[in-house]
């Protein structure tokens, strides 16, 4: 893939077929989100969309977000705050994420998926089963078929329901800007190759970050430029280049999402609840090599150092079970990813590592006291053994455009631009600039509270323009 063209333009006006008082770029979660708060707030906009039906990284996804304070969260008694969920953020990402960012986001998320439920129909559901890694509570939320898919039919149903105008196959190539800096619209390329344009008086970033620009990733994040990508191929960077090209600020670049959970060769994603609740990760000698209830997304750079950069799942039967519950696992037990041994000696036959090896690493598992790397489990593992094949992927990135807590775009010099906003993968996430910054969750959480904070901030701009509009004279 070569670096695609993307250019700013500038203008005292922009001749455009349509004008939206906001225009959103990207349909993913982050923008279908926005533009449902908008309609909410009485304010029209039309959503750009690449592809021929909005999915992007979002139908990638396993479809989780983290949220306090939520209608489903109080319904099964638990208690959380957004207060405590910030502090769940800044623990894993050491202190790394902007403080402002974080507490926006953890204060809005609850408000938005309430809000998504309750005028929009999206009926959540608590996962209360284990704790995710970093989290102190449960607070993720789901639909009930449990994938990203689902979130993005639900989100598209709502906007259909809505009729908000999504504009498909509109590759969204230059932004326009007046000499203020101040955005006035969009030209995008058309399936037969022509550009139109779209006028509008405040614009939405919710496009993309950059992990299917293999260019970028091997600039910025040079650890996983060889690595599978998990992600939506639109992920070409478009963000930051108009960034660059305006003089935006960048921040994070070096935070991203990896999963040290790939299953290869069937190219599929296996939960990481298996981990949480007592499966373990071994390389090819039939040794442990990391701790693996850290997090998956730090996971992958540890399974890509490992011997030929892969790794076995290993679990045992009640693991199974508690896989099965996963849409993703069941993708990939179907697509011939499990395998079942009755002996240490067949499982590790399998692997080709030592037998004695394999076995002293169970073994390991059953004392009381923590392992080298800090783990502490529960139980053994007993046979059945089952084990799946993985590899680390990288899936998203977490750096992009430095906003403020309103997501509005930040110049170099800190100020924000009059009317240019950006969240989800655009946009500097809340997992620092390093790969174990990533918190469960911290994708979608941007992407939702991104978009209903941005499109919060786009309509109180639209609405106090409005009010200063001067009354039409009588001819």
């Not at 041994?341 to 923590?370: I, K, N, Y």
């Not at 906003?421 to 979608?444: H, I, K, M």
Request: hydrophobic residues 45%; glycine residues 14%; aromatic residues 6%.
């Amino acid at each position: 893939m070569t670096t695609p063209h993307r250019s700013i333009r500038r203008a005292s006006r922009i001749d455009a077929q349509v004008h939206a008082s906001v225009a959103i770029v990207g349909s993913g979660a982050c923008g279908l989100t926005a533009a449902l708060m908008l309609h909410d707030a009485g304010i029209d906009c039309v959503v750009l969309e690449r592809d021929a039906a909005p999915g992007g990284s979002t139908a990638l996804s396993s479809g989780f977000i983290p949220a306090p304070g939520t209608r489903a969260q109080r319904a099964r008694g638990v208690e959380d705050s957004a207060g405590l969920f910030a502090r769940d953020i800044q623990a894993k990402a050491h202190g790394r994420a902007v403080p402002a960012l974080v507490d926006a986001y953890a204060r809005s998320i609850g408000p938005a998926l309430d809000a998504l439920q309750e005028r929009h129909g999206l009926e959540w559901m608590l996962l209360d089963g284990f704790l995710y890694p970093g989290h102190s509570v449960h607070r993720m939320h789901s639909l009930g078929q449990k994938t990203g898919t689902a979130l993005m039919a639900a989100l598209q149903s709502a906007v259909d329901a809505a009729g908000i105008p999504v504009l498909t196959q509109a590759v969204v190539e230059s932004l326009w800007f007046d000499a203020d800096d101040r955005a006035i619209g969009v030209g995008y390329l058309r399936p037969d190759g022509q550009e139109e344009r779209l006028g509008c008086d405040a614009l939405v970033l919710a496009c993309n970050g950059f992990g299917g620009n293999p260019e970028m990733v091997r600039s910025l994040l040079p650890e996983m430029a060889d690595a599978t990508f998990g992600g939506h191929v639109g992920n070409d960077g478009s963000a930051i280049l108009w960034g660059e090209a305006l003089g935006a600020r960048l921040r994070d670049l070096g935070g991203y999402q990896g999963h040290g959970s790939w299953v290869t060769p069937q190219g599929a994603l296996m939960t990481w609840a298996v981990m949480m609740e007592g499966g373990i990760q071994v390389n090819r000698e039939g040794r442990r090599f990391h701790d693996e209830t850290q997090g998956y997304s730090e996971a992958a750079v540890h399974v890509l150092s490992q011997p030929g950069g892969i790794a076995w799942n290993v679990f045992d039967p009640p693991l199974l079970a508690l896989a099965r519950g996963f849409p993703d696992f069941c993708e990939a037990e179907a697509a011939g990813a499990l395998r079942r041994f009755d002996s240490v000696a067949g499982l590790a036959a399998c692997m080709g590592c030592d037998a004695s090896v394999l076995q002293g690493t169970l073994d390991a598992m059953r004392g009381a006291a923590p392992q080298a790397d800090g783990r502490v489990f529960k139980r053994g593992l007993d046979a059945p053994f089952y084990a799946v094949k993985v590899t680390g992927a990288l899936f998203h990135t977490q750096g992009g455009l430095d906003i403020d807590s309103d997501t509005r775009v930040l110049r170099q010099d800190g100020s924000p631009l009059p009317n240019l906003f950006a969240a989800g993968g655009a946009a500097g996430g809340v997992s620092g600039d390093v790969v174990w910054g990533y918190l469960s969750g911290n994708g979608l959480l941007s992407a939702v509270a991104g978009g209903y904070i941005a499109a919060r901030s786009a309509a109180a701009l639209i609405i106090k323009a409005r009010k200063q509009m001067p009354w039409p004279t009588s001819p």
